[in-house]
């Protein structure tokens, strides 16, 4: 049987169509979908945000953190309630930004990018496969789908955190930036009883926890259509402590050594302006104080791709990959670029001809296959000129395949060079072909044949037919990680190892990417390890 057998708890299939139509005709003779005719400045900006990197040439905080994307604007809130902190980010404001803002902008800020400036920089794996990630303030949280779903119990179990502490910090996040859907649109409730049709079951209703079934999820969209990103946490913290610079990109990483030459701490950064010239470049330093064990650190929040890239530029990681490009080494330490992955995704476009519809993000997941599949549908633009593609998507939320990166050019605003190695392993290529015959079964069912018409699906019948499917159309979910994995490059305590006073906490940590989508868990890290580091302060001497 080619397709997984996950009807056993089966809704009656005329209850759910009876319920669908009635939901679309109330939705489309009553929605309207009213959104503000502007988009609405947000967040408590409050505190000291320049683009001029003179400002902050030559000064010291207690702690610097490169990159206030999804991670480092929550770690960057939380230090600053008793620390001076420096945030760094090398794209400029969403504030006033209707392809970050605005919800029927969704989308477009994938498609309309350039070299330096773009809120979302693109690029693509040395696998051939397309992929964009965020430069803004906010990061990937001011692009992305905005889904928002807690990481499973089981995942951070096995991250070893405090579950107690988990909890507020996911709660703290969730009270100032998480909503849930006011009413679904018609595409989403679509894809709710589709989902639910294929068998994914069973319906668990709105909820923010990671379980198996079909779920309407929490979102950064607002009832009004606004986003809200990582950014907005920035006003919950401490606005004399803490100062923000855009349109700086660090370069590298300043260390000094401590008494012996094998002990190495990190003392600083050396950043630019992202539209200057290299060879001009600034300074910003760790404060120096008398007892070594209370100085604070230089945290790397800069990406699952700009992590590993600002270690291996300022001289850690593999030390022939180093020599190649004349980086002077600092540690050798292999492991940083290294065990990159992505989750493979498959997406099926279910009209055959482009329209003019609304983008309209994803709130409803279907988690199915014993947590290894997870499902989306979206609406999404494929052009400058507003016209649209309903979409339904799945990606592999365990795979085994991994892959590595490495520098491309000592240019920091450049991309690395990527490799994930999709669909390498034999696990996931199977994997692949069970997901893409779930995604099938979805497109094909009467629930979307009821709002789009009939599927012009092409059949798919033997085993290498759909191996073949999956090896030409395999993409990315944007939930790429590694290359700075606990354990290998960082502690526990997300320390680099051998580096004193430097520490990386983002994505490029994880080693697999938790639950629906990692946003939520990204977001909660940064306050979970901001807290972390409070109290380990305050245990010091």
């Known amino acids: 049987m ?78 600053s309630e008793k620390f001076s902190v420096l945030l760094v980010e090398r794209g400029g404001s969403p504030y006033g930004n209707p392809l970050v803002i605005d919800k029927r902008s969704y989308g ?76 679904l649109s018609p595409w989403q409730s679509v894809a709710k009883f589709s989902l639910l049709e294929a068998g994914i079951l069973p319906y668990n209703g709105f909820t923010l926890e990671h379980i198996k079934g079909t779920k309407v999820a929490g979102s950064v969209f607002d009832g009004s259509g606004n986003r809200h990103i990582s950014a907005d946490l920035l006003g919950a913290g401490n606005p004399k402590n803490f100062t923000v610079l855009l349109n700086a990109t660090v370069k590298s990483i300043m260390f000094h050594h401590i ?75 292999k492991e940083v670029g290294q065990e990159m992955q992505d989750n493979p995704a498959i997406s099926i476009l279910l009209d055959a001809i482009p329209k003019k519809r609304l983008p ?89 044949a009821l709002f789009l018409g009939m599927s012009g699906l092409s059949n798919l019948t033997s085993i290498g037919d759909w191996r073949q499917f999956c090896r030409k159309n395999v993409r990315t979910f944007y939930h790429f990680h590694g290359g700075c994995s606990v354990g290998s490059v960082v502690n526990e305590q997300y320390k680099v190892h051998g580096i004193k006073g430097l520490r990386v906490l983002d994505g490029s940590t994880l080693s697999v990417s938790p639950g629906t989508n990692p946003m939520a868990t990204l977001l909660m890290l940064g306050r979970y390890q901001g807290i972390k580091i409070l109290r380990e302060r305050e245990a010091s001497p």
């Open 259 to 333: 008494g012996e030459r094998n002990k190495t701490r990190a003392h600083g950064i050396r950043f630019m302006q992202s539209n200057g010239s290299l060879d001009k470049t600034y300074e910003a330093y760790i404060k120096e104080h008398k007892n070594s064990i209370s100085r604070g650190d230089v945290i790397l929040s800069a990406g699952a791709l700009g992590s590993p890239q600002i270690l291996l530029l300022s001289g850690i990681g593999p030390k022939e990959h180093l020599r190649k490009l004349n980086i002077p080494l600092v540690l050798n330490l």
């Open 2 to 79: 080619l397709f997984p057998s996950w009807q056993s708890n089966a809704i009656p299939i005329k209850m759910l169509h009876m319920e669908l139509l009635t939901v679309i005709l109330f939705l489309f003779a009553n929605l309207g979908f009213s959104f503000p005719a502007e988009p609405q400045p947000q967040g408590n900006r409050q505190w000291h945000m320049t683009s001029d990197a003179r400002e902050i040439a030559g000064k010291s905080y207690d702690y610097i953190i490169v990159g206030g994307g999804t991670c480092g604007c929550p770690l960057a809130a939380t230090l």
């Open 360 to 448: 309209d993000p994803p709130y409803v997941a279907g988690i199915a296959d014993d947590f290894k599949i997870i499902v989306e549908a979206g609406i999404v633009p494929i052009s400058t000129n507003a016209t649209t593609r309903v979409r339904i998507s799945g990606k592999i939320a365990f795979p085994s395949s991994k892959g590595m990166l490495e520098l491309n050019d000592t240019d920091p605003r450049l991309n690395p060079l990527v490799k994930f190695n999709y669909l390498a392993s034999e696990a996931d290529m199977e994997e692949c072909v069970k997901m893409t015959q779930l995604l099938y079964r979805i497109a094909k069912s009467k629930s979307i």
């Open 108 to 183: 477009f800020p994938l498609i309309q990018t350039d070299k330096y400036s773009s809120v979302a920089q693109s690029f693509v794996s040395e696998d051939g496969v397309s992929s964009a990630r965020g430069r803004v303030l906010g990061g990937s949280s001011a692009i992305n789908g905005g889904l928002y779903s807690r990481a499973s119990e089981e995942f951070i179990s096995e991250a070893g955190w405090d579950k107690e502490l988990v909890k507020e910090a996911y709660e703290w996040v969730e009270s100032k930036v998480v909503f849930p859907p006011v009413i």
